[in-house]
């Protein structure tokens, strides 16, 4: 049992946690390279990722695993991405902070979802069952270097019409 759920409970919460923050994420990269901003998207974007990190801690280990370090990471990026969107309202460099700090952790919950496909999928298992054999790096390797495209355009063109104003409080 995790919070009160079976683990196959749990673990159907946990993946679909992890997809709703994979499509969030692809709406918010879609809007930096736009150069836009959806607040909504975002905010969704960031709250299920930070779950999806979090909540991939309450399985049951008992040594620390790869998932462990990769979440450590994703919730470390995630807490720079809040700050730069939240507390700095993306003004002067936050904003390519946020933007480098918001696709990092849209790329590790991206590179999880590889990983786990390659577990669970019985074909994609069949052709790389210790995650070491070609299509396994192949598949990483796009994943990675179509990152580091999109993120190089995403943070030049990231520039929402109300930056600095985000989060200012409404007029009254």
Same mark, same amino acid.
């Given at each position: 049992?995790?919070? &009160? ?10 993946? /679909? ?7 969030? &994420? ?17 905010? &969704?974007?960031?709250? /299920? ?9 309450? *399985?049951?280990?008992? /040594? ?12 470390? +990026? ?27 952790? *849209? ?14 999928? !019985? !074909? ?8 070491? !054999? ?20 995403? +943070? ?6 109300? !930056? &600095? ?8």
């Amino acid at each position: 049992m995790v919070l &009160g759920l079976s683990l196959a409970a749990f673990t159907t919460l946990h993946v /679909t946690i992890s997809f709703v923050a994979l499509a969030l &994420g692809a709406g918010v990269l879609a809007g930096m390279l736009r150069g836009t901003d959806h607040g909504a998207v975002t905010a &969704g974007f960031l709250a /299920t990722t930070i779950l999806t990190s979090g909540t991939g801690f309450l *399985f049951p280990a008992t /040594t620390v695993l790869p998932s462990h370090i990769v979440g450590i990471l994703s919730l470390a +990026v995630l807490v720079i991405a809040v700050a730069g969107y939240y507390a700095w309202n993306l003004t002067g460099a936050w904003r390519r902070i946020y933007a480098v700090a918001a696709l990092v952790a *849209f790329y590790l919950n991206a590179f999880v979802a590889v990983v786990q496909a390659f577990l669970k999928i !019985e !074909e994609l298992h069949a052709l790389a069952p210790t995650g070491t !054999e070609p299509p396994f790096i192949a598949a990483q390797t796009v994943l990675l270097a179509a990152f580091i495209a999109a993120g190089f355009f995403a +943070v030049k063109r990231f520039r929402p019409a109300s !930056e &600095g104003m985000y989060h200012a409080p409404a007029a009254d």
